[in-house]
């Protein structure tokens, strides 16, 4: 398997804008977590699913946050409209319905000007 | 929630040296891990240890579930194991937490 895959690498985008975050879970992986790094709150938990359903959304800081998960492979992050605060590197993780070992994408870097 | 606590928070040695980093963990857990996030950013699993010993190398972790710690072990370090290390932990199939990292620089 290729891994944890998210895209874009690097987005920067002008404040106001829509941005949308996307990660394809390691096949097999139950879970999808997504996090958001900062230098101030380190890494936080957005939101996680377990076989397609979020079950905790509690760290999604505002209402301008939304996350899906359509199928099994793919999950979506949205931001609108972006402000600068929301600048940070995005990451997605998934592991296995057992409770073992979870891995990561490379994250997003986003920047919102 | 459960609260994670590593330390120290930074450390600078010498090519050669040798270091422990510690994660305290505030209530039961059924899945730690540690994972090393490199000068690009990626955070890379260095161990999956719930509980006991694992060696991989120059590094070696060790989990006492019962009094809610881990260590990890870093031996003759070298440059390329500069990065900040995290400490994760998970109760049953509940959310990931992270700790806030120790960030070891490694000079030559």
């Known amino acids: 398997d290729a891994g944890v895959i998210q895209s874009p690498r690097h987005e920067v985008t002008e404040m106001g804008q829509e941005v949308t975050l996307r990660c394809k879970p390691i096949s097999g992986h139950d879970y999808l977590f997504w996090y958001r790094q900062t230098m101030m709150r380190g890494l936080e938990l957005l939101i996680y699913?377990?076989?397609?359903?979020?079950?905790?959304d509690s760290g999604m800081p505002e209402d301008r946050f939304s996350a899906k998960m359509p199928n099994a492979s793919f999950s979506t992050l949205k931001i609108q409209p972006s402000e600068p605060r929301d600048s940070a590197v995005y990451f997605c993780?998934?592991?296995?319905?057992?409770?073992?070992?979870?891995?990561f994408g490379q994250g997003t870097r986003l920047t919102v000007v | 929630g459960i609260q994670v606590e590593q330390s120290p928070p930074d450390l600078i040695l010498q090519e050669g040296a040798n270091s422990t980093l510690r994660c305290n963990f505030s209530d039961s857990v059924n899945n730690l891990q540690w994972f090393h996030q490199n000068p690009w950013g990626q955070l890379i699993n260095l161990f999956y240890?719930?509980?006991g010993t694992k060696q991989n190398g120059r590094l070696s972790a060790t989990t006492v579930a019962t009094e809610r710690y881990s260590l990890l072990y870093i031996s003759s370090s070298q440059t390329t194991d500069s990065g900040v290390y995290f400490c994760a932990v998970r109760v049953y199939n509940n959310d990931m937490r992270f700790g806030a990292g120790t960030r070891l620089t490694v000079k030559p």
């Open positions: 699913f377990n076989n397609n359903v979020p079950i905790d």
């Open positions: 993780a998934s592991t296995p319905v057992s409770n073992t070992e979870a891995f």
């Open positions: 240890i719930p509980s």
